[in-house]
């Protein structure tokens, strides 16, 4: 879930600035008589979104291969597409009776389309890097589309060639049927592709977009030093645009925006040689949602290639597997990165698995659910309660192309590589065969909750922590550096443990014996309870006039409620 704008959680009371970030949904992809896929953003160069998982999983056939781009890789992002892209007289049927509904041809969506067609695996796997490699060689923003798809067997004629041949037509009706069974107003953005195979089968796809934002035109290559503007609007109601970015090192970035309600405009750097992936988001019916996923190139050659990765799930992998699979993805992603394993946690994985069971039958796939809501609110109602709780959800057909699909998606690979969580537990939902065709793949349902535990994030020393965090905070503010007092600390830590094992009288009457060892005319205390270490440092104590010399004292909560919980202790020396 989590992170765009930051948002405050009520969890701690007596913590006025514990920050969780809630990230945007996974853009919603539906795909019949195909692959439904789970993921937003592009393939190609750039900082891998790849990893392996440590152990294979019995029943998950994973390959990957490459293809050559067809032609020349467009050079603008722009609302509308050329209108110089010739269809075939099937493609020209497809499009003309999904247009009946409301949609609007977009010769882009044809041009990927086309392409899909020629290079999809077989009629029921349509991935995921395929289709958005496809989309940014076209010059299509995102997210991934709905798609649908249909092959004519080898013999039953030859659709390409000729569109009234063999068993075309049915084939064409029976495609636009399925098609019209998920059609949805807002994704009234049309295309259709179709090739001959290799087999002598011919394979139908339809493309219907995502009209969510209109966005003014945007190279597609730039020169390192030049600066990208991104401006639009959102569409369909939504609101508070939002951007992340992730550099070619990997580095993620909130981008600020400008401009209120659906308008906003915004300034991307090319810092460094390499892929920018460029993410827009918009607050929808169901949380915050992707708009918009798109790559820029800064001082680097386009791509020529995609990499494309098939997944394959046997009917008989379990849902424990499946979430296994999920968490050591995960970890081994973060190995990749340097920073700590996350550890299991059963009770927010049942949390996790509620809200993907609430998706599955009710039929939306976001943050934002008709009957339990945020995020929060589900952790509120199973007792649950942290400083920070982040969120990721995707719907899709495998783990690694679904952990492929949020690592290539700037507001969810956020969460996963964030070092500020300690936990996480995977829900997953086995949904009924996309298809009636024999082997047809069942989606998966995937609520990802991440939270940090209290007090996880303690460092060994963390009084010397504290102090140096300080340090730097006095320096930044032009306020007069603190004279750290040990003795005073000593009597801060009487405090702090005291209050940690729920024995405070008992720590005061220590702590006012023990007060004559130091040398002072006054002392003030300040007791404050934090979840999180780093969040000891907001106090706005720090910036003030700290008197003659200062103790702090730090000690975790042993039991109860606020187990984990930090207790900080501040003692003002006037001497």
Known sequence: MKH???HNKKADRHQPNVHTRRVPRLGLVTVVSALILGSCGPTGKGPSAKVRAPRPVKGIEVSETTIALPGVHASVYAPDGSSDYELLAVEQTIVKKLSRKGGRHDPRLSRAARVLAAHAPDRLTIPASLVEGLLSWAGLTGPSPKVVSLEIPAGAGDCVADERAGACADGV?????EAMRVYDAEWSQIGAGA?????GSTLLVGLMALDGIKLDPIDVSH???DTVNVRGSLLGGRT????????PKGVWTSIPTQGTGEAFAAQVLCARKGRYQIEVFGDG??????VANFPVYCSEPLPDSIDMVIERVSPGVSVADLERAGLEYINATRAQRGLAPLQW???VAEVARAHSRDMFATGFVGHRSPSTGEVDNRFEAAGLSYPVIRENIALGTGPRGIHEGLMRSPGHRVNIVADDISHVGIGVVIGDPISPVADAPRPLYVTQNYYLAPGADIPKDPVKALRQQVDGLRKQ?????????DEADTLAQILAEGRAAGKLAEATKTFESKLPTIKYREVSQHMVIGGRFDSLQTLDLWREDLGDTVGIGIAPIASGEQKGFLVLVVLVVKQ
Do not use: F, N, S, Y
């Not at 009706?173 to 049927?177: E, F, G």
């Not at 503010?477 to 007092?485: N, S, Y």
């Open 4 to 6: 765009p704008t930051p």
């Open 173 to 177: 009706a029976t495609l636009i049927k």
């Open 195 to 199: 090739a001959r195979r290799p087999d």
């Open 223 to 225: 020169q390192r030093g």
């Open 240 to 247: 508070q645009p939002r951007i992340d970015v992730i550099d």
């Open 285 to 290: 019916k169901t949380g915050p949602e992707v």
């Open 345 to 347: 946690d059963a009770r």
């Open 477 to 485: 503010a032009g306020v007069a550096p603190a004279t750290w007092l």
